[in-house]
Structure formats: structure tokens, C-alpha cells
């Protein structure tokens, strides 16, 4: 069987494509920011949070009416081309920039303003509450393990019914930080992974050398390659598989415990990792050690200019947002409401202060 790629339908790449109400941020492309008196800012990247960035902008048209948003879901590997080549004003990625890529252009800053949880899903008629643990997930996606009734299946789903057909395995086709995230956790619980195939927005699928591989566009073409074809698996981000309804694997977590994502178990994973951010904002959070953490959990990122801003109401739009997506009682219960764990306070803080630095023509645009 050949690899099959899956194409979403064309109202899911419409919602991609979102006109947002509110930011500012540095000089990127034509500058566009005057129509008619009102602030425009364009950004892209990541399907990770574009749910909640839907929700988020409508509301926020509420407060600032006369600032536009066009934001594009095209993947977070995209959304940082997007920024490194100056075609939009800020970046959403789930992935992190490269050593590399900070000393190109060492004036970008990565801000968390949410976790969620990446979720195993399946499409198995007849199995409810499917549970895998790390190395059998990881040995599926290697390809060592290839039939829902292989033994590694089976003994942690000793009641199912586990047919003997073929895993059908969906990943993502374009470059993601979802998949950044996956792979790191792969990276954590198998050697083998780690060694062979390692960690990134893009890998090399070995399930697509035996045949088994689907790929996807976006979250929602895994999800779609899910639901469309029998005795799947994927990841996606836990809003994907909730609004689509597709059933979520339960994975069983680095302390041996079988845990659901819920907003409990993804502040767990958080928590045990408060201290990991490190000189560039970022942390990876996956197989955390805690009792109940969900163990393949990831921040995503909006990513900025700090100081090369010469437009300096978008520069002050954007960063009057980011604040208000960060301290709204109503954006942080929208973000929860939607599977997204909101930022813990202490994060939080860290990211306020760095919003303090942010200049424009050599001023704080937030004193």
C-alpha cells in the first residue's frame, strides 16, 4: 500500500484563514496598517491553538474594534519561514526556533500563552477506552508493531476486542510544531525513536516505508484521516479530537498511572515542570513525572519582534492583546473551555514582564 496524503476540505481550509480583531508587532511586508483609521496585522503559523484563537478574536473585536487580525493556520514550521522572511508581523509555532535561526535574526522573542495536549486518536469499531503506554505507542509508529492484536496491544487492553487487521498510522505531512511535540515524546519513552527517527517539525515516517502511513495537512487533515479510514491512528491537538468526537486513546503516563487529558492532568504536567523555561522562554514538557500528569503536553507560542519595530501602533496593538489573551478572566475560561490549559501564574508573570521590553523606535511601548 502507498503512502496516501489526505487533503482537508475546503471549509476547513477556510477556517484557516482567520480575520482576528486585535495586534500590533513589527514591520512585516506591505504595510497595510491605516485603512480607514484601523490597525491590520497579519500573521501565521500554527493549527495547534487556532481554535482558541477563533473564539479569542471574535471576542476581542469587542475591545478593540478598530484592530484587524488576519491570521493564516499553515503550520508552525510556515509560521516561523513566515516571520524569518518578513511576509507577516508575528508567528504562532509550537515548535522551537533553532539555535540557528536566533543568531539570524537575534531580535525575535518566543512567548508562551498556552499548553494543550497532544492526544493519540483512533478509529477501531467496537474498542472504547483504548489504552497504549509510551514504547507500544512508539513501536506503532516504528512500524515494529502493525496489527491491533499484537501482544503489547492486547495486555494493556486485556477486555477489547482487538481485531487482527492492519494499524492505518496518520501523521502530518507539512512541518508542525504538533508533530514537535509527538516526537519528542516518542524521543522520550523510546530509544529507538530517538536514535532512528528522531525529534522535529518534520520527520521521516518509518510507517510510511511499510505501507501503513497517511498524511495529513494541518490538525484537521489528521483528523480527517482518522475518521475517514478504518483501524487508524493519529495525534492532534486534544480541541481537534473533541470537536470532531473522535475517540481518544488513555495513555498510561511515566508513573505507571492510566490518565485522560483533562485541564487537572495537563496543570500537572506544567507544574512538574515550572523550572524548565529556559534563556529563550520555552520548555518542553512532555512525559512528565508527576502522579496524574498527561504525558504528551506542549506550550505554544506566539513569536514577536522585541525591538526592530518601526510602526509603532501595530507595535502597541499587538502587544496590548497578547496582554489582554493573557490576564481576560474571559479569554483564560474560553482557552480552558476549549481543552487548553491556561498559563499558570508564575509563567505567566515571566511573559507580562518580557511584553515591558518590547520597543518601538527605541521606546517601550509598555512602560
Known amino acids: ?6 487533503v482537508p476540505f475546503v471549509a476547513l481550509t477556510l477556517l484557516m484563514l482567520l480575520v482576528l480583531s486585535a495586534c500590533g508587532g513589527g514591520s512585516a511586508g506591505e504595510d ?102 509510551g514504547p507500544t505507542l512508539a513501536a506503532i509508529y516504528l512500524g515494529k508493531i ?34 514537535e511535540i509527538f516526537t519528542a515524546y516518542l524521543g522520550a519513552v523510546s530509544p529507538e525513536w530517538k536514535e532512528n527517527v528522531g525529534i522535529g517539525k518534520a520527520v521521516a515516517w518509518p510507517v510510511d516505508q511499510t505501507g501503513q502511513g497517511i498524511g495529513g495537512k494541518g490538525n484537521p487533515g489528521v483528523a480527517q484521516a482518522v475518521q475517514s479510514t478504518p483501524y487508524s491512528i493519529g495525534y492532534v491537538e486534544l480541541a481537534y479530537a473533541k470537536s470532531n468526537n473522535i475517540p481518544m486513546v488513555k495513555m498510561k503516563n511515566a508513573a505507571g ?3 485522560e487529558p483533562t485541564l487537572e492532568t495537563m496543570q500537572a504536567a506544567m507544574a512538574a515542570y515550572a523550572d524548565a523555561f529556559d534563556e529563550h522562554l520555552t520548555a518542553t514538557i512532555v512525559n512528565a513525572p508527576a502522579e496524574n500528569a498527561w504525558p504528551i503536553m506542549g506550550y505554544t507560542y506566539l513569536i514577536i519582534h522585541m525591538k526592530n519595530n518601526t510602526n509603532c501602533a501595530k507595535t502597541k496593538a499587538l502587544v496590548d492583546f497578547i496582554r489582554w489573551a493573557l490576564t481576560s478572566p474571559e479569554a483564560t475560561q474560553k482557552a480552558a473551555d476549549l481543552g487548553y490549559a491556561p498559563l499558570p501564574e508564575p509563567v505567566r508573570d515571566k511573559v507580562l514582564a518580557k511584553l515591558h521590553e518590547v520597543e518601538c523606535n527605541g521606546q517601550k511601548v509598555w512602560p
Open 32 to 133: 497595510n496598517s491605516a485603512q480607514n483609521g484601523a490597525i491590520v496585522l497579519n500573521g501565521a503559523g500554527a493549527t495547534f491553538p487556532l481554535p482558541v484563537y477563533t473564539e479569542w478574536i471574535q471576542m476581542y473585536k469587542q475591545v478593540a474594534p478598530d484592530v484587524t487580525i488576519n491570521y493564516q493556520g499553515i503550520g508552525s514550521g510556515g509560521g516561523q519561514k513566515a516571520i524569518m522572511d518578513g511576509t507577516v508581523d508575528f508567528a504562532g509555532s509550537d515548535s522551537l526556533l533553532s539555535e540557528d535561526q536566533y543568531q539570524k535574526m537575534p531580535d525575535l522573542q518566543m512567548l508562551p500563552v498556552l499548553a494543550g495536549a497532544v492526544v493519540p486518536v483512533y478509529n477501531l469499531p467496537n474498542v472504547q477506552n483504548l489504552v497504549l503506554d
Open 146 to 179: 502493525q496489527k491491533w492484536n499484537d501482544p503489547a496491544i492486547t495486555a494493556l487492553n486485556p477486555d477489547a476486542n482487538l481485531p487482527a487487521e492492519t494499524i492505518m498510522v496518520a501523521h502530518r505531512s507539512d512541518g508542525s510544531g504538533t508533530t
Open 257 to 259: 498511572n492510566v490518565v
Open 1 to 6: 500500500m502507498t503512502k496516501r496524503k489526505i
